[in-house]
């Protein structure tokens, strides 16, 4: 949803809904929904959350394969403003499973930590070509160094084609959180 005042439009509204956990002992109603904020912005999310996005945390990308079941994929994670970044090679099946189907949910878990994670459903809002945009590159040469601490350029293109790559860029619809660091 998009949110206008006047002819100004305003940042995507989306949901936030944080699930009772256990970290501090047992409590009624464990692992329910606990609150649910409205929020505009990553920037709204609890800082013990946005670390997941910030820190070299790999997600898992879930998208619908032809057979209608969820294909899981764990990759690397980054976002620009309000939109999460998948960033993959085109010749890839979960390319054309995107474009089929684009709504898609990554589930973050805190690798010391597996009961405090973040899991957001997001829908393409954009498909960017790294044959048309240098920034696909870019953000691609961002998270190699995030997650290898490498310099660029990245260093993982299959050799044995000339791959290219797609940049999907994501409008997040909800988010759910869960537990503590």
């Given at each position: ?33 606990g609150e649910r904020k409205r929020a505009g912005s990553i920037e ?46 085109s010749q890839r099946p979960k390319c054309q499973w995107i474009r ?37 590159t870019k953000q691609l040469d961002k998270i190699w160094t995030k ?35």
């Amino acid at each position: 949803m998009v949110v206008k005042e006047g002819n100004t439009k305003m940042a995507e509204v989306f949901t936030i809904a944080k699930f009772r956990d256990v970290s501090n002992g047992l409590q009624a109603g464990q692992f329910d929904v606990g609150e649910r904020k409205r929020a505009g912005s990553i920037e709204d999310l609890d800082p013990i959350y946005k670390e997941l996005l910030d820190k070299p945390v790999v997600m898992t990308l879930a998208v619908i394969g032809p057979d209608g079941r969820p294909g899981l994929t764990p990759m690397w994670c980054d976002y620009e403003g309000d939109h999460i970044l998948v960033n993959t090679a085109s010749q890839r099946p979960k390319c054309q499973w995107i474009r089929n189907n684009p709504r898609l949910t990554i589930l973050l878990v805190n690798p010391e930590n597996p009961y405090h994670w973040m899991s957001i459903k997001c829908t393409v809002a954009e498909e960017v070509h790294e044959d048309d945009d240098p920034n696909v590159t870019k953000q691609l040469d961002k998270i190699w160094t995030k997650y290898t601490g490498n310099e660029p350029p990245y260093g993982l293109r299959d050799p044995s084609i000339e791959e290219k790559r797609v940049l999907f860029k994501c409008r997040i619809d909800r988010i759910a959180t869960f537990g503590q660091p």
